[in-house]
């Protein structure tokens, strides 16, 4: 279950303000997930892109269905008197940055998943800390609400795995350029050391030191069957080291989210966490670095920390 990045920092008095915050929640999550469907459309990604174009229209009947509910029960929501910033809720990890290509139906449903989590924690805590009856009586029943749709989505996430897993299907090396994530390591290796003879004395060091950090994971990655196949297919390799730097973060990302073993799921936190801080730490030092971003840092980092997630598909 994913966790809130902190504490919220007040309490809800009333059912006006309760229903007012979880609308503009609901208003910012269709906003965001509506942009990250406009920039796949750009990029001529039209399936991916209604993908989030659905949980955009998903959101916005969730926030009618709210107004509609405050309404009959007498409530006038007024988003003048939420009287803080929103929470850090939404978090479209890096969707607004990453590479389209990257942007599979498994990882969208996956980080929505996250999100519905994060809400569920969010309105179990003003539940929790309601000093009125009838505001933790209906924060109660919004948490409630999340967690059904993080459900559903769980179930969306999953299919969209098979059906990457059948499109794709991995079978050594007759799916090149599909390649193991042991491959990856030592391919991000070498561009890495490509990289470093151009690099300036400190540059070279720190980047010859990642590449043999790489080699470290492949040899790791080798000896674990568990990683004998990336949790979801490849379509390219990337040629520039932060394309596949965040590539590497994200296969690791999905190992976690998937296995159910875990020792194995443990090894790809760990994995995860340390590619996550080597994107931040190649972009900064390979030549003509691209801007693609993985925006999870924080609230994944934290993921990586609390252990392991009772909910495995």
């Known amino acids: 279950?994913?966790?809130?990045?902190?504490?919220?920092?007040?309490?809800?008095?009333?059912?006006?303000?309760?229903?007012?915050?979880?609308?503009?929640?609901?208003?910012m999550a269709a906003s965001r997930y509506a942009a990250v469907a406009a920039r796949l459309g750009?990029?001529?990604?039209?399936?991916?892109?209604?993908v989030f174009e659905s949980l955009s229209a998903g959101?916005?009947?969730?926030?009618?269905?709210?107004?509609?509910?405050?309404?009959?029960?007498?409530?006038r929501p007024d988003q003048t008197i939420i009287l803080r910033p929103l929470p850090d809720?939404?978090?479209?990890?890096g969707a607004m940055t990453s590479a389209p290509a990257l942007l599979t139906p498994y990882r969208t449903f996956?980080?929505?998943?996250?999100?519905?989590?994060?809400?569920f924690a969010f309105w179990s805590y003003i539940a929790a800390h309601a000093n009125a009856s009838d505001v933790q009586k209906e924060a109660e029943a919004l948490a409630h609400e999340v967690l059904l749709q993080a459900a559903i989505l769980r179930?969306?996430?999953?299919?969209?795995?098979?059906?990457?897993?059948i499109a794709h299907p991995f079978s050594g090396a007759e799916s090149q350029p599909v390649a193991e994530l042991a491959a990856l390591e030592l391919r991000l290796a070498e561009l890495l050391e490509r990289?470093?003879?151009?690099?300036?004395?400190?540059?070279?060091?720190?980047?010859?030191?990642?590449?043999?950090?790489?080699?470290?994971?492949?040899?790791?990655?080798?000896?674990?069957?568990?990683?004998?196949?990336?949790?979801?297919?490849?379509?390219?390799?990337?040629?520039?080291p932060v394309a596949l730097a965040e590539l590497l973060a994200e296969r690791y990302l999905e190992a976690a989210d998937m296995?159910?073993?875990?020792?194995?799921?443990?090894?790809?936190?760990?994995?995860?966490?340390a590619a996550i801080l080597r994107l931040a730490r190649v972009k900064l030092l390979a030549p003509n670095a691209s801007e693609s971003r993985l925006g999870r840092h924080r609230s994944s980092v934290e993921t990586f920390q609390r252990g392991p997630v009772a909910d495995r598909d």
């Open 1 to 27: 279950m994913s966790r809130l990045k902190a504490d919220p920092d007040a309490i809800v008095g009333s059912l006006a303000e309760l229903f007012a915050l979880a609308s503009a929640l609901a208003t």
């Open 42 to 50: 750009e990029a001529e990604r039209a399936s991916d892109a209604d």
């Open 59 to 75: 959101q916005t009947s969730y926030r009618d269905a709210l107004l509609q509910r405050a309404h009959r029960i007498g409530c």
């Open 89 to 93: 809720i939404f978090d479209d990890e």
């Open 110 to 119: 996956a980080m929505a998943v996250r999100n519905d989590e994060r809400a």
């Open 155 to 165: 179930g969306q996430r999953r299919n969209a795995f098979h059906e990457q897993r």
């Open 195 to 240: 990289h470093a003879s151009h690099a300036d004395v400190d540059g070279r060091i720190q980047l010859l030191e990642e590449a043999v950090q790489g080699r470290r994971h492949a040899r790791l990655l080798d000896s674990l069957p568990a990683f004998s196949s990336p949790p979801s297919p490849v379509v390219r390799v990337p040629d520039e």
């Open 259 to 273: 296995l159910l073993d875990e020792q194995a799921m443990a090894t790809a936190q760990t994995l995860a966490g």
